[in-house]
């Protein structure tokens, strides 16, 4: 059983950065590869950005590509989003998640956080 914990949301202008982190519990954490997702007001949840168990591997959804970097600290059992140059296109709920191997399927993932409010504002 993995819990997740996310935090660091907010409010920020267009153009500004946040951090999110997501606090994970058990011994196993580094044996997960952790994801974040997000589900914009009235739109389904989508894949943001996946980081393998080690670290080495990291995938990006293209709308976030070049501006979002994920990271993982595996000695604190915590995963990063940093998340530079909002849009308010990315005002979101951001959901932290873990599985067994690298995936962008939301129906692929062993665990869910209960979500952090972004909000970009124009």
């Known amino acids: 059983q993995v819990q997740l914990v996310e935090s660091g949301g907010g409010l920020v202008q267009a153009g500004g950065s946040l951090r999110l982190s997501c606090a994970a519990s058990?011994?196993?954490?580094?044996?997960?590869?952790m994801d974040w997702f997000r589900r914009a007001p009235g739109k389904e949840r989508e894949f943001v950005a996946a980081?393998?168990?080690?670290?080495?591997?990291?995938y990006y959804a293209d709308s976030v590509k070049g501006r979002f970097t994920i990271s993982r600290d595996n000695a604190k059992n915590t995963v990063y989003l940093q998340m530079n140059s909002l849009k308010p296109e990315d005002t979101a709920v951001y959901y932290c998640?873990?599985?067994?191997?690298?995936?962008?399927?939301?129906?692929?993932?062993?665990?869910w956080g209960q979500g952090t409010q972004v909000t970009v504002s124009s």
């Open positions: 998640a873990a599985a067994k191997s690298t995936v962008v399927r939301s129906q692929d993932v062993d665990y």
């Open positions: 058990g011994r196993t954490f580094s044996s997960y590869a």
């Open positions: 980081i393998s168990w080690s670290g080495a591997r990291t």
